[in-house]
């Protein structure tokens, strides 16, 4: 073996001892929504109960390929605002090192919006999007800054990473049934304000905003790639959530990149 080898084979080791160590030294905290918690995901923990955290959601997937000092997973199917900050805020302390978290979509009314954009007309969609980009740009950044001070304050040492949500759609894509583009535009529409509120309220306290937009493309509803989200489905609260796929293809590698 060459000399160069031999010193590229010594360098390749001592990161690799070095990221371990560093890892062994990390105590991560999973907060957020179902996006976080993995539903749709599969495999739920059987403590997690209605929050349906699942061993293939990206904070789960990252706690095994490092194996932190400690993981504490309290993300929450359903989870609003204000439920990180009276049932998870808690999980985070001064030892803390590493937080991810989604949240916003279900304050900004994702759920029933999608319900209303697959049962009703096409107005009736738009008019439910318009409400909810309304909510997300004027309501919505207080609600996060009331989230990230609260981190902040809890959390005072820690890398904090706020991922964002997908586009659901590839418009103009392969699907023959389901919804028309001008909903799926739409909804996709909605994901970026979504986003860019939640962006902006990340960056303007020192968090960094982890974009999944760009991962997941040509992965969405109607791509030309494996479909990483899932359509309706049943159970009907794993619609339109990433699936295993989504979380390890996309979640995961723009989460451990941040």
């Given at each position: 073996m060459?000399?160069?080898?031999?010193?590229?084979?010594?360098?390749?080791?001592?990161?690799?001892?070095?990221?371990?160590?560093?890892?062994?030294t990390v105590n991560y905290v999973a907060l957020g929504d179902s996006y976080s918690a993995g539903v749709g995901a599969?495999?739920?923990?059987?403590?997690?109960?209605?929050?349906?955290?699942?061993?293939?959601a990206y904070p789960y997937l990252w706690r095994n390929a490092h194996s932190p000092s400690s993981f504490t997973f309290v993300a929450c199917s359903g989870a609003r605002t204000g439920d990180v900050l009276n049932n998870q805020i808690s999980a985070l302390n001064s030892g803390t090192t590493l937080v991810s978290i989604t949240i916003g979509g279900n304050?900004?009314?994702?759920?029933?919006?999608?319900?209303?954009?697959?049962?009703d007309s096409e107005a009736a969609c738009l008019d439910a999007v318009s409400a909810?980009?309304?909510?997300?740009?004027?309501?919505?950044?207080?609600?996060?800054?009331?989230?990230?001070?609260?981190?902040r304050a809890k959390a005072p040492n820690a890398h904090v990473v706020v991922l964002g949500y997908p586009h659901l759609y590839k418009v103009g894509g392969g699907c023959i049934f389901g919804i028309g583009d001008t909903k799926r535009a739409a909804i996709n529409e909605a994901a970026d304000v979504l986003d860019d509120v939640i962006?902006?309220?990340?960056?303007?306290?020192?968090?960094?905003?982890a974009d999944v937009r760009?991962?997941?493309?040509?992965?969405?509803?109607?791509?030309?790639l494996t479909t990483w989200i899932h359509s309706t489905t049943w159970p009907i609260d794993e619609s339109y959530h990433p699936k295993a796929s989504g979380q390890a293809g996309g979640y995961l590698p723009v989460f451990s990149q941040s």
């Amino acid at each position: 073996m060459s000399v160069t080898a031999i010193a590229a084979l010594l360098a390749l080791t001592t990161f690799f001892a070095a990221t371990s160590a560093n890892a062994a030294t990390v105590n991560y905290v999973a907060l957020g929504d179902s996006y976080s918690a993995g539903v749709g995901a599969g495999n739920y923990l059987g403590d997690s109960g209605s929050c349906k955290r699942s061993t293939n959601a990206y904070p789960y997937l990252w706690r095994n390929a490092h194996s932190p000092s400690s993981f504490t997973f309290v993300a929450c199917s359903g989870a609003r605002t204000g439920d990180v900050l009276n049932n998870q805020i808690s999980a985070l302390n001064s030892g803390t090192t590493l937080v991810s978290i989604t949240i916003g979509g279900n304050d900004a009314g994702f759920a029933s919006t999608m319900q209303t954009c697959v049962l009703d007309s096409e107005a009736a969609c738009l008019d439910a999007v318009s409400a909810g980009e309304d909510y997300a740009q004027n309501t919505l950044p207080g609600q996060l800054d009331q989230v990230y001070t609260a981190i902040r304050a809890k959390a005072p040492n820690a890398h904090v990473v706020v991922l964002g949500y997908p586009h659901l759609y590839k418009v103009g894509g392969g699907c023959i049934f389901g919804i028309g583009d001008t909903k799926r535009a739409a909804i996709n529409e909605a994901a970026d304000v979504l986003d860019d509120v939640i962006a902006k309220r990340a960056a303007d306290i020192g968090f960094t905003f982890a974009d999944v937009r760009g991962i997941f493309g040509e992965h969405e509803i109607c791509g030309s790639l494996t479909t990483w989200i899932h359509s309706t489905t049943w159970p009907i609260d794993e619609s339109y959530h990433p699936k295993a796929s989504g979380q390890a293809g996309g979640y995961l590698p723009v989460f451990s990149q941040s």
